[in-house]
């Protein structure tokens, strides 16, 4: 019987190749939008998950990484003081405004400071240049997916940043996030200028028919001529300063629930603390739940699996019409409806096989440009895969009720009829 199924199944190759464009499209949507919800939701926490800190303390404002307000450069030495903590490092995350150095256009970036002598955060995989670049004044580095953005090419090209210079010392690569703007890594002194450089303002008045008429200009503080080398370097934070988030590293063995209990008790209350895990699944949570991004990925891989339902269903449909005089006859020799099921069973799984590999190597390799390219993430696991694979012999199972309810009402008799 299953070289009856594969008969049908290749008797008409047209009508072959459009049903396995259909199973490819709904695999390939299916997968490339899980995958697409997957990787939006792990890139949410990439920058917590990549710290070696097993603590974070934060505002108690905080709604997520970008979302916050600041907090004393004092809660460091607040948290170092307190038992079981091993090592505190502050951390600047905030956004600048990027002109580049091309168009001279404004973009919206976000300042990653830390120390780069710290142990808990630090830019990692560096395909150019090397982490002593950021001791450097006015020295960045950015993800590779982002240089084209920032119209940046090469190490050592220069852009503004908060309106002071900004040299390219370094390059990484799969460390800028989906839902956030560009990164720019750099050292906590250097970021502390960028993101409090204020803006200087200029005002002209001259007088117009007896009135005096002032208006007011803005613009950055160093002008486009002004070198890099012109610039006195950036100041030493002091306790005062504002900074983001502090990181804690606790002591060997420390139990972290409680040490959490005893910095929530140390701090004063405008902080939180959490655990790692407990602020990566805060970022995790806001974009998968307050925004519609999970919602519409699903709509999409849901309409994806529906045209493939169709397609299948339509060709198994008429597969079976034009082969009813033979199905009539193996009822007629006393097939079981078993029997005849099992063929359009064997159609279905075989069209769903042969779907399946070419969308999935097909999302694989989408997957691999676009984050070769464009620096997203679009996360396609083992586990993911297999799902795909089962939801897709399940859609043309499912389609071929459709057919079977036709052959149901097949007549035997028919095979002796003109």
């Known amino acids: 019987m299953a070289s009856v199924a594969r008969k049908n199944l290749f008797e008409d190759i047209p009508r072959f190749l459009v049903a396995q464009a259909g199973i490819m499209f709904a695999v390939s949507l299916v997968t490339i939008q899980n995958g697409i919800l997957t990787g939006f939701i792990r890139s949410s926490s990439v920058l917590i998950d990549h710290s070696k800190a097993d603590i974070w303390i934060a505002s108690k404002d905080m ?76 020295t960045i580095m950015v993800d590779e997916s982002k240089l084209d953005a920032l119209k940046l090419k090469n190490l050592g090209d220069q852009a503004k940043l908060g309106g002071l210079q900004a040299k390219l010392g370094g390059i990484t690569q799969g460390t800028q996030s989906i839902v956030s703007n560009s990164f720019v890594f750099t050292s906590l002194k250097n970021a502390n200028a960028y993101v409090n450089s204020p803006v200087k303002t200029q005002t002209l008045c001259q007088v117009e028919n007896e009135d005096l008429q002032c208006t007011q200009s803005y613009e950055d503080q160093t002008s486009n001529n002004q070198k890099l080398t012109n610039l006195p370097p950036p100041r030493a934070l002091n306790l005062a300063d504002p900074i983001n988030y502090v990181l804690v590293k606790a002591k060997p063995g420390e139990d972290l629930t409680q040490l959490k209990q005893k910095l929530e008790e140390a701090l004063p209350d405008d902080v939180q603390v959490l655990t790692r895990e407990e602020m990566s699944m805060v970022m995790r ?42 199905f009539g006859t193996l009822k007629a020799m006393g097939a079981s409806d078993r029997v005849i099921y099992g063929i359009i069973l064997e159609q279905a799984l075989w069209m769903a096989v042969l779907g399946y590999i070419p969308g999935m190597a097909l999302c694989l390799g989408v997957a691999s440009w676009a984050g070769a390219t464009q620096g997203i993430l679009i996360l396609i696991t083992p586990l993911s895969a297999l799902g795909v694979f089962g939801l897709t012999v399940a859609m043309c199972t499912g389609s071929a009720f459709f057919a079977i309810q036709k052959v149901t009402k097949v007549d035997p008799a028919i095979v002796f009829k003109a």
């Open 63 to 138: 709604i997520h990484l970008e979302l916050t307000m600041p907090i004393s450069l004092e809660r460091v030495t607040q948290a170092e003081s307190v038992a079981g903590v091993e090592q505190a490092e502050p951390l600047i995350f905030r956004s600048a405004r990027w002109r580049d150095p091309l168009d001279n256009k404004i973009h919206a970036v976000t300042v990653v400071g830390s120390d780069p002598e710290g142990e808990l955060f630090s830019p990692w995989n560096i395909v150019q240049g090397d982490l002593n670049a950021l001791k450097q004044p006015y």
């Open 285 to 326: 949570t806001f974009w998968q739940k307050r925004t519609g991004v999970g919602f519409v990925l699903s709509l999409g891989a849901a309409v994806g699996v529906l045209v493939g339902m169709v397609v299948v269903g339509q060709i198994l449909y008429s597969s079976v019409s034009d082969h009813l005089k033979e």
